[in-house]
């Protein structure tokens, strides 16, 4: 259920210095399938559609871009329309394969999004271990509250959590608590995150990781914002990929912010500890997509 002009989180797409280990976390500990494979590009996906996740080849590792899905033909040319109004430099008119229409342009600190309608959909092939779906994504970016009014004020975006003064933001597109969620940084991309049914899957992450030499950096936690039960683990490319369960909804789109001071355990109802590392793993956008 949407109330604005995006839909749905899309796809996260990932330049990687090396792709088929980036593939492998991708199939072997995270679940999910390979639907395409172009050139330098390589798309996967949990859902039924034709990516939520792309892998890029590159010279270097960084964001790529930031799908999301417009809600109709209407909002895409209503967010071209506020795009253009802002001066940010629309890139593309052809996002990545996969949809039916779209554009791209650069954001707020080089930031790339890909805005678009209809994605193709692409039937799963045999039921494995994989998650539902893509949700999520966590970014640090230097100027938190300009990034927070620049996703309300462009994308739609609302508000769900506040943390402490101009410290975090969790953001929404629809019922889920959070699409987005921003924590003063140093310009990176933290991580991206996949929905499970239960939280035995995250045990059972854990015993993927663990076979194969690996480990996860923090977790299973309960988070106070969103209430979700997440676990982390580093992918290849450097940037970390969370698995949850038990997203908190918000269906009243009138609900006031709920607000958390920065100290207050806003980060696990299960216990105060956070691993001193967990925030310096990251990697940056890179705007230059040639």
Same mark, same amino acid.
């Given at each position: ?74 909002? #895409?040319?209503?967010?071209?329309? !506020?795009?253009?109004? /802002?001066? &940010?430099?629309?890139?593309? =008119?052809?996002? +990545?394969?996969? *949809? ?38 966590? #970014?640090?970016?230097?100027?938190? !509250?300009?990034?927070? /009014?620049? &996703?309300?004020?462009?994308? =739609?975006?609302? +508000?769900?959590? *506040? ?38 899957? #995250?045990?059972?992450?854990?015993? !993927? ?82």
């Amino acid at each position: 259920m949407s109330w604005g002009l995006i839909r749905e989180m899309g796809h996260v797409a990932i330049q990687t210095t090396d792709i088929e280990a980036s593939i492998a976390d991708a199939t072997g500990l995270l679940g999910l399938r390979v639907t395409e494979q172009a050139g330098r590009e390589v798309y996967l996906a949990a859902a039924a559609v034709h990516h939520e996740l792309v892998y890029v080849e590159s010279d270097t590792n960084g964001i790529h871009a930031l799908g999301l899905v417009a809600r109709d033909g209407d909002a #895409l040319r209503e967010i071209r329309r !506020r795009v253009e109004a /802002e001066n &940010l430099p629309v890139i593309s =008119d052809k996002p +990545l394969g996969g *949809v039916q229409d779209g554009f791209s342009f650069i954001g707020p600190e080089g930031w790339v999004f890909d805005i678009y309608t209809d994605p193709q959909p692409h039937r799963p092939g045999a039921l494995s271990f994989g998650p539902d779906r893509y949700g999520h994504v966590n #970014l640090h970016p230097r100027n938190v !509250r300009g990034m927070m /009014e620049f &996703l309300a004020r462009v994308l =739609d975006f609302r +508000l769900s959590d *506040v943390i402490g003064d101009d410290f975090a933001y969790f953001m929404r597109c629809n019922a889920d608590h959070h699409g987005i969620a921003l924590i003063q940084g140093r310009g990176t991309f933290h991580h991206h995150a996949w929905q499970t049914q239960s939280i035995a899957d #995250l045990g059972k992450l854990g015993d !993927r990781l663990n076979r194969v030499g690996r480990e996860l950096i923090w977790g299973p936690v309960r988070h106070g914002a969103g209430h979700n039960i997440a676990a982390y683990y580093v992918e290849t490319s450097g940037a970390v990929v969370e698995l949850y369960t038990d997203l908190e909804q918000v269906y009243d789109d009138t609900r006031p912010p709920v607000k958390w001071g920065a100290e207050e355990n806003w980060w696990n109802m299960w216990g105060s500890y956070r691993p001193e590392e967990f925030r310096t793993f990251g990697i940056p956008p890179v705007s230059n997509r040639r």
